[in-house]
């Protein structure tokens, strides 16, 4: 069978609720990546983050990291590296928010918060990466690809709307999850670090694999050849992605099986 790029996003899409690989999807991608097919770990979280589970994958995976703010080959060599302008980040570090959104800047190398929040530690345990709570009033030297706001989903909206009005044109705005608003640089998204992989691997979009499961997936469920949403995802995406095939829930190895389908793994 002809090479193909399998990309795949992360939380309540190829992880279990644990937030961990399980068994069969660590075995059907190193079966896939054996046979010579590249797969890409393509997520919102911080590139160290990733960087840990292709490791217990133990595959050499493409890592698209903050919504494709940094796109990593698989052999670690960055490939591409689209930051915020400091005085853009400047700008949503001192936009008023309420005292209990959480304020973080994944840069190169940290991940930034402005306060304690050991609820989300949880998501990160099987990585062990975790944040540093920091005043933010030192950005010049700092190398920001992506801005998070995490709190609850009606807090969040007016903060959408006054970054859309302020920032809309110059930003890249989306959601991970109900709780999560990401803000990147303009033209930030999986798919536009998808397209590069692409060009890099002299692949065509027929030979993409896509999975996904919320907002900031739509762009590379688009552009991929072959495109599936998880059971459990944002109704609205699935409404968005006519073209998509609906499989199971994250938490039932749905990628894998739908990888062992489409590959004819035994």
């Given at each position: 069978m002809s090479?193909?790029?399998?990309?795949?996003?992360?939380?309540?899409?190829?992880?279990?609720?644990?937030?961990?690989?399980d068994a069969?999807?660590?075995?059907?991608?190193?079966?896939?990546?054996?046979?010579?097919?590249?797969?890409a770990l393509a997520s919102g979280r911080h590139y160290q983050d990733i960087a840990a589970i292709r490791r217990q994958l133990d595959i050499p995976a493409w890592i698209i990291s903050s919504?494709?703010?940094?796109?990593?080959?698989?052999?670690?060599?960055?490939?591409?590296?689209?930051?915020?302008?400091?005085?853009?980040?400047r700008a949503l570090v001192d936009l008023p928010r309420?005292?209990?959104?959480?304020?973080?800047?994944?840069?190169?190398?940290?991940?930034?918060?402005d306060a304690e929040a050991p609820e989300l530690l949880p998501l990160h345990a099987m990585t062990g990466f975790t944040y540093q709570v920091d005043e933010m009033a030192d950005l010049d030297s700092e190398h920001v690809g992506k801005v998070l706001y995490i709190g609850e989903p009606a807090l969040l909206k007016p903060l959408e709307r006054t970054l859309r009005e302020r920032h809309g044109e110059a930003l890249h705005i989306t959601y991970s999850a109900a709780n999560s608003l990401?803000?990147?640089?303009?033209?930030?998204?999986?798919?536009?670090?998808?397209?590069?992989?692409?060009?890099a691997?002299?692949?065509?979009?027929?030979?993409?694999?896509?999975?996904?499961?919320?907002?900031?997936?739509?762009?590379?469920?688009?552009?991929?050849?072959?495109?599936?949403?998880?059971?459990?995802?944002h109704p609205d995406v699935i409404g968005q992605l006519p073209r998509a095939k609906t499989i199971g829930a994250h938490h039932e190895s749905a990628v894998a099986h739908a990888l062992r389908e489409f590959f004819a793994l035994e």
């Open positions: 090479q193909y790029l399998i990309a795949s996003d992360l939380d309540n899409t190829l992880l279990n609720a644990e937030h961990r690989i069969l999807t660590r075995d059907t991608l190193q079966a896939l990546s054996a046979r010579g097919h590249v797969i919504n494709g703010a940094h796109v990593h080959d698989a052999g670690d060599r960055v490939v591409s590296d689209t930051l915020v302008p400091t005085e853009l980040v309420p005292s209990s959104v959480r304020l973080n800047l994944y840069t190169r190398d940290r991940w930034l918060i990401e803000i990147m640089q303009r033209g930030v998204n999986k798919a536009t670090a998808l397209s590069r992989a692409l060009r691997l002299d692949l065509p979009t027929e030979r993409t694999l896509a999975f996904g499961d919320n907002f900031n997936d739509v762009e590379m469920l688009t552009l991929a050849g072959h495109a599936y949403v998880v059971s459990n995802a």
